[in-house]
Structure formats: C-alpha cells, structure tokens
C-alpha cells in the first residue's frame, strides 16, 4: 500500500513523462490487463471531470489497476462520487484522493452562459456556479479561476469527508490534494499541495 506522498510523487514523475513525450508503451496493455483481472491496487482515487480531452490515465502515464478514477462533468460532488471515493479508501487500501480540474471545461462554460437548461443539467451547473460567482469578484478570466477555485473547494469538502471515513481506522493517514491539468501544455500543476487528516 502507497503512501499518499509515494502516490503523488508517482502521479506528478508519470505526468512529466506523459507531457515530455516518454509514456509508456500501450503494446504491454495487455500483458497489464492479464495481470490484473482478477483484483486491483489503485494507488489514487482521481476525482476528475468527464471530459474527453483528460483522460486520466493517460496523462499520469499510468496502466490499468494504478488509478481508481470517479468522473463527473465540473469534477464536483454528489452521493455517488463519495460513495465511490469511500469504497476505494476502504476496501481497496487508497491513501491519495486527487481532485482534477482542467482547462477550458465546458461546465463552466455552460455556467457563464445566460443558456437554459434541463432539471438534472442545471442541478450540475448549480455546483459550480458559486466557483463562478467567487471568480468573477476578481476580474479577468473569471472561467479558469472558477475551474482552480472549484478544485480547491472540491478537495477541501473531500478531506472533511475523509475524516468521517477513517475514524474507525485512525492508523490510516489519507492525503488530498487539487491539481490543474492544462490542454495545451499537457502538464498537470497542483494547486492545492497534499495534506493530511492527522
């Protein structure tokens, strides 16, 4: 079982790889996944958005059964992402819950826009709208403000939230951290470091 720093360091040495061109070699994908069918060792929950341009374990350069990813548009969160944090946490032995925004997210978009939505859309454009509104206190490039400030948020309410699920194991440190993965570059930057529920 990884350390949440172990883990981190793991994360950020296999981003650098992926956005410098050295990934690993997807001919042993299937050797991977003969290895892993029958159980899995994730050393991070990623908690990341569902867009198509991030995809996750590819720019952590990462295999399948490394990461334990839970995606939702505007990485936010609902019952069913932190049940799906929870259970990686206890039964699969996670000690790093990463929170993933990234450039130009379309949610945000969608929440700047004067657009109306559906019932369900809108109660996921509502989850952000305080991001947004605390963005736009602040002048120019409100959307990628509020895209980093929901990150911040979001792994904040995620470490609260493992304090409750470690209390019947306090041995157990979980760190949380925020990144930011841009587009354009490919690298990821951590915007909120990794600390620990002590």
Not at 20 to 31: C, G, M, P, V
Not at 63 to 80: C, E, Q, S, T, W
Request: hydrophobic share 40%; aromatic share 8%; charged share 25%.
């Amino acid at each position: 079982m990884k350390s949440a720093e172990e883990a981190l360091k793991i994360l950020i040495e296999g981003n650098r790889q992926y956005s410098s061109e050295h990934s690993i070699y997807y001919d042993e994908l299937d050797r991977v996944r003969r290895q892993t069918y029958l159980a899995q060792e994730p050393i991070a929950v990623i908690i990341g958005c569902s867009d198509s341009r991030v995809p996750v374990e590819i720019i952590f350069n990462c295999k399948p059964g490394d990461l334990f990813v839970v995606r939702i548009a505007g990485n936010v969160l609902n019952v069913d992402i932190i049940g799906s944090v929870e259970y990686a946490i206890k039964y699969l032995g996670v000690n790093l819950v990463l929170v993933l925004g990234h450039s130009n997210c379309g949610v945000f978009n969608a929440a700047l826009s004067n657009d109306k939505f559906s019932f369900e859309l809108k109660g996921l454009i509502d989850k952000v709208r305080s991001a947004v509104y605390r963005a736009s206190a602040h002048g120019d490039d409100i959307r990628e403000k509020a895209i980093k400030g929901n990150v911040i948020e979001t792994a904040r309410d995620v470490e609260e939230i493992c304090h409750r699920f470690t209390a019947d194991y306090p041995e157990r440190k979980i760190g949380v951290a925020g990144a930011y993965y841009d587009l354009g570059s490919g690298k990821v930057e951590i915007i909120r470091p990794l600390e620990q529920n002590d």
